[in-house]
Structures are given as structure tokens and as C-alpha cells.
């Protein structure tokens, strides 16, 4: 039999003997009939033994795995499975880049706050500065750390952001 004296998972839940070459029973243990059934119920017992016999052996495990978060996902999730995980997780990660830009922003004009009165140069006399998030982000090259544009949908402030509004809408005085 493929691994021991007990049939695989596989053969187990297809009724079928396992045969010493199983292409199944080193990835699916006969005391994990669920890693099994759920990657059987989603790919099909044939197109499972297909991807894997075409695979190099060292590779297997790997694809095994891959197969079983996909099937868990696609489990979970019918219409999107792990790519919705994937697009839930981006999003998250546009949603903290923006806090990271507000908070550096905010560190920006409380930073202008503290400097001290520089010289007029010309007869523009700089004794107010907006400081507002938005100015800011929008004059700077508009990139984020990752040298990656940043959207411009991300720029503006709407009231279903889990952002504060427009936390930094005051005028910075140059003191």
C-alpha cells in the first residue's frame, strides 16, 4: 500500500486499493481524509493525479499544498476564491499605505510648526502655510515608498473611508 498498512486518503475516500506507486498517498495521509475530500470535491480525483504525475516529484509537495489552500478558498468563497483573499489583502494594504501618507503629513506640518521664522527673500512674507493632507500629498511626486504611482483615487477623502476626514485640515503658522 502507499504509505504504511492503511490506505491513503485518496483510495480511502474512492474506495479503490493503493497501490505501492499511489500517486496520492504521499501528500494525502490516511489520518487526513479532509485534505482529500475538499481538494477532491473541487479539482476531481483524475485532474488532481494528472497535475501531479506531470510534475517533477521534488515539486509535488509544493503543488499539493497550493491545491489545498485554493480548494479551502474556493470553499469559503465560490465566485472568487483565493484571488478575493488576495484583492481583500491589496486593499488593505492601499487603505494603510494612505493612513502611513496622512500621519507623514501630519508629522510634516506639526515639524513646520516647531521651525523657526525664516528671513523674508522677496516681499512675500510666508506667514501662513496651508498644511492640509491633500496639498501635501498632491505636491510632493506623488509616489509612495515602493517608487510605485500613487492612484489618484486613493488621494481624495470620501466619506465611507475608514480614514479620519481630513485630519489635517488646519493652516500651519510659522512661528
Given at each position: 500500500m502507499g504509505s504504511g498498512s492503511s490506505p491513503c486518503a485518496s483510495c480511502k475516500l474512492l474506495r479503490r486499493r493503493c497501490a505501492k506507486d499511489c500517486v496520492f498517498a504521499p501528500y494525502f495521509p490516511p489520518d487526513d481524509p479532509h485534505k482529500f475530500a475538499i481538494v477532491h470535491k473541487v479539482f476531481g480525483a483524475s485532474n488532481v493525479s494528472k497535475m501531479l504525475q506531470e510534475l517533477p516529484v521534488h515539486q509535488r509537495g509544493d503543488a499539493v499544498s497550493s491545491l489545498v489552500y485554493e480548494a479551502n478558498a474556493r470553499m469559503r468563497d465560490p465566485v472568487y476564491g483565493c484571488v478575493g483573499a488576495i484583492s481583500y489583502l491589496q486593499n488593505q494594504v492601499s487603505q494603510l499605505q494612505m493612513q502611513l501618507a496622512v500621519a507623514q503629513a501630519e508629522i510634516l506640518c506639526i515639524q513646520?510648526?516647531?521651525?523657526?521664522?525664516?528671513?523674508?527673500?522677496?516681499?512675500?512674507?510666508?506667514?501662513?502655510?496651508?498644511?492640509?493632507?491633500?496639498?501635501?500629498?498632491?505636491?510632493?511626486?506623488?509616489?509612495?515608498?515602493?517608487?510605485?504611482?500613487?492612484?489618484?483615487?486613493?488621494?481624495?477623502?470620501?466619506?465611507?473611508?475608514?480614514?479620519?476626514?481630513?485630519?489635517?485640515?488646519?493652516?500651519?503658522?510659522?512661528?
Open positions: 513646520m510648526q516647531h521651525e523657526p521664522e525664516l528671513p523674508a527673500i522677496t516681499n512675500h512674507h510666508p506667514s501662513m502655510i496651508d498644511c492640509d493632507a491633500k496639498s501635501l500629498l498632491l505636491s510632493g511626486s506623488n509616489t509612495n515608498d515602493f517608487g510605485e504611482q500613487i492612484m489618484p483615487q486613493f488621494l481624495s477623502y470620501t466619506s465611507n473611508n475608514n480614514i479620519m476626514q481630513d485630519p489635517l485640515k488646519r493652516e500651519c503658522h510659522w512661528t
